[in-house]
């Protein structure tokens, strides 16, 4: 195959859902200076949609397809799979990928295949002259022009190597995290990496320390080869062989580790699969001695392997071999908000401010009180309605008076507006929050409104200090009814026995009932004109709450004023109601109604008006 695997313009196919290896891959192809985006596409088997990821300083969408079949062939330019698959299915998901035509190069990153498998893939990649890198691998990096999914690190890493753009060296090494070092050691010794590639730990792995080597003796950018070894199996005895048929005729610095494996009992593995020696010609000490008789350049240890990379080097440039790759700066990589959220380097306004609840602490909480003390504590859905809509712990009292509202606002027949509107909508076939929606858009100044209105009209009356009888003369002079006043149906002589009780609950509990005794005083006035024309059950409801309010003592009056004015009753009024509206919805689809029709009788049309 070509020896080059990789171009500024290499798209891959990323097999498994890994959102920060991609995310690592994108912002590499950012340092690099790359306009199309290294990830063309991502394979999450049994989903499809889209991701949103970062490139450079904007966002752009990658497909998501279910397989590989789908994405190869959406995205036929695309000759890298780097496979994330785990290594249950690596082998399949690889041999599919390697079987593609599209696809010329595969990178298996899973530990664990069994060896056979790796094998068979080796053997399969060969056969189709592709290329696999792996399995156990982190991948590779051409400088400047692509990233493997977690090679080398992170941004900052990249940028201190110098991997952003290209230099002279070609390295492989069988360790991962080994490689991330040395491309470290390669930058501060040399003008940089040309190429690098981690073939994995694994005694059969997809492609050989020599397959690269052969590679890079063949790509006339790379000036110096280096590489990295380890202890087990002959592989390095390979590279002897070629290195003395003139095969590798660049400068090649390597260093096999495991040199302290003398100090342990025979048989001790370092790490990888394959790093085991099980006999002499596998130890570390005996490679390096047959690498350094064949020609290749080996330190004395690894801690002079940064001064025979930078000796050699420094020979090329002499000879004008090498003309050192000139030092371009990267771009700085924009934070990810969250992320320098989390680390302390910036500070965010809010956007709302929430002071009733908290649900990010160990246990939710209403105003500081842990659920569970909550429910424990017996305080009701009207204690919570205190906590949630006042602020305020309220007393037993104001409890169960804002429970008693909700029973009594529960309902009131499907004749009225909103339980009409709701009953239409779920004989339409609605779903039950439609169907309430409908009903409660009606709740307003006609209806449901009047408790409100009450609240508001009858407090200023006596916060300002009119008798009643003044409090009518003004209400009538604006033209205005007095809310909360006047029945259909019920009278001094048939009363609402949801007011009767209603009063008698305040004038039992409650310490002082100043706006309920006002307004008792104003019936007296408005029942002399029209018995029905009563205090009804909304204006009771609204009037009483005030006094809920101002006995409880936890309230100042601008408070209750802000309370009041805020549309607390008719929320009240609304949570009662949905109650019924609820009701009457199950109601309708239990029997299963058909679609209402209004009845040409109940129409008057006039057409000519």
């Given at each position: 195959m070509k020896p080059e695997l990789f171009t500024k313009d290499t798209t891959a196919i990323v097999y498994g859902y890994h959102v920060n290896a991609i995310q690592r891959m994108l912002d590499f192809?950012?340092?690099?200076?790359?306009?199309?985006?290294?990830?063309?596409a991502i394979v999450n088997p049994g989903s499809?949609?889209?991701?949103?990821v970062f490139f450079g300083k904007?966002?752009?969408l990658l497909p998501v397809y279910r397989d590989l079949k789908s994405a190869a062939a959406r995205h036929p330019k695309s000759d890298v799979v780097v496979n994330f698959a785990s290594y249950r299915s690596a082998f399949d998901s690889s041999m599919e990928a390697l079987n593609h035509p599209n696809i010329r190069t595969v990178c298996v990153i899973a530990e664990g295949v069994p060896e056979r498998r790796a094998r068979i893939l080796a053997a399969t990649a060969a056969k189709l002259d592709k290329m696999v890198i792996g399995p156990a691998t982190v991948g590779g990096i051409k400088a400047g022009c692509f990233k493997i999914a977690?090679?080398?690190?992170t941004y900052e890493n990249i940028v201190e190597s110098k991997l952003h753009r290209p230099g002279s060296v070609g390295f492989v090494s069988k360790s991962g995290g080994l490689s991330n070092e040395c491309y470290n050691i390669i930058a501060r010794n040399t003008d940089g990496l040309y190429e690098g590639i981690a073939i994995g730990g694994d005694a059969y792995p997809g492609s050989t320390l020599l397959d690269h080597i052969l590679r890079y003796?063949?790509?006339?950018?790379?000036?110096?080869?280096?590489a990295l070894g380890e202890i087990g199996g002959t592989e390095e005895l390979r590279i002897v062989e070629a290195l003395k048929a003139k095969k590798i005729t660049k400068p090649l610095v390597i260093w096999v580790t495991g040199t302290c494996s003398k100090m342990f009992p025979a048989g001790v593995q370092f790490g990888h699969a394959g790093a085991k020696a099980g006999s002499d010609l596998e130890t570390a000490d005996a490679k390096n001695a047959a690498l350094k008789a064949a020609g290749a350049i080996v330190p004395a240890s690894f801690d002079d392997y940064g001064v025979k990379i930078n000796e050699t080097y420094e020979k090329?440039?002499?000879?004008?071999?090498?003309?050192?790759?000139?030092?371009?700066p990267a771009p700085a990589l924009p934070l990810d908000f969250a992320q320098a959220l989390k680390e302390g380097k910036i500070r965010k306004a809010t956007t709302f401010i929430n002071t009733i609840s908290n649900e990010k602490k160990e246990e939710l909480e209403y105003l500081n009180i842990p659920i569970s003390r909550v429910l424990g504590s017996g305080m009701g859905i009207g204690g919570v309605i205190g906590l949630l809509w006042f602020k305020r712990q309220l007393p037993d009292y104001g409890s169960k008076f804002l429970e008693t509202a909700l029973m009594l606002t529960a309902d009131h027949g499907p004749a009225v507006s909103g339980a009409h509107n709701a009953i239409v909508a779920a004989r339409a076939g609605k779903d039950i929050i439609s169907a309430l929606a409908s009903g409660l858009l009606t709740i307003g100044p006609r209806f449901g409104g009047a408790i409100d209105g009450a609240a508001q009209q009858f407090k200023r009356a006596f916060d300002a200090g009119l008798t009643p009888e003044q409090f009518i003369r003004d209400?009538?002079?604006?033209?205005?009814?007095?809310?909360?006043?006047?029945?259909?149906?019920?009278?001094?002589?048939?009363?609402?026995?949801?007011?009767?009780?209603?009063?008698?609950f305040c004038k039992k509990h409650f310490k002082k009932t100043d706006l309920l005794d006002y307004a008792l005083a104003v019936e007296q006035l408005t029942t002399k004109k029209k018995g029905n024309l009563i205090l009804n059950v909304d204006g009771c409801i609204g009037i009483a709450f005030v006094d809920m309010l101002s006995s409880s003592g936890q309230f100042s009056k601008d408070e209750i004023d802000n309370i009041v004015n805020m549309g607390c009753l008719n929320a009240l009024f609304v949570v009662g109601r949905s109650i019924g509206i609820?009701?009457?919805?199950?109601?309708?689809?239990?029997?299963?109604?058909?679609?209402y029709r209004t009845p040409y009788d109940e129409i008057a049309y006039m057409t000519d008006l």
């Open positions: 192809d950012y340092a690099a200076g790359r306009k199309v985006p290294s990830v063309a499809e949609g889209v991701h949103k904007g966002e752009i977690n090679t080398a690190g003796e063949a790509i006339p950018a790379v000036k110096l080869i280096v090329l440039v002499k000879k004008g071999v090498i003309k050192p790759a000139a030092d371009v209400m009538k002079g604006k033209g205005a009814n007095i809310p909360g006043i006047g029945h259909k149906v019920k009278s001094l002589t048939n009363p609402d026995m949801r007011v009767t009780q209603l009063k008698a609820f009701g009457h919805i199950f109601d309708q689809k239990r029997l299963k109604q058909p679609l």
